[in-house]
């Protein structure tokens, strides 16, 4: 662990790169055959999260092409784990909601993916994790102001998620 200080010289960044992706090799690896993909899963997130929304805005959201946003919501439709109606103030836009089918399996992901956090993060104690959680959503809400502000950090993507 010396090593792994001296090598990074005090910035995090390196470092939650690196837990980011063991956790994403720990989550897919928990992950059953025809379970919720990584994308999947924070789309049912936002859902279950800020309620139905416009597929446009759902796409704006998640950084995505629209026609990558019809895939995605064509399976996890398909999946009948959300439910996709035409808007009756604009018929041309459609509104995406949370099914009770795929509020029951973001529980269920959640669920093992608290598991997943638990082995990933067991080197600290329950106030170091509670501490953790709390910088990093201070972060993340930091850059979102500033992009509900309309003004962006120059080093975050082009779209403020």
Known sequence: ??????TFEGQSMPLIVHLARMGRRAA????????????????????????AMS???LGEVLGLD???????????????????RRDPADRRRHIVELSRDGAAA??????RLGGVEDELLRALT????????????RAVGSHRAECEAGRPNPVSPPQCD
Request: proline share 3%; glycine share 8%.
């Open 126 to 137: 329950p106030e170091e994790r509670t501490t953790l959680h709390e910088l990093l959503a």
């Open 66 to 84: 629209p026609s990558n946003v019809v895939g995605l919501l064509n399976d996890l439709e398909g999946r009948g784990l959300t439910i996709r």
């Open 106 to 111: 973001l529980e269920a992901a959640q669920v």
């Open 28 to 51: 897919d690896a928990s992950t059953e055959a025809g379970g919720l993909r990584h994308r999947q899963l924070i789309a049912l997130t936002l859902l279950s999260d800020r309620g």
């Open 1 to 6: 662990m010396e090593s792994e200080r001296t």
């Open 55 to 57: 597929q446009q805005a």
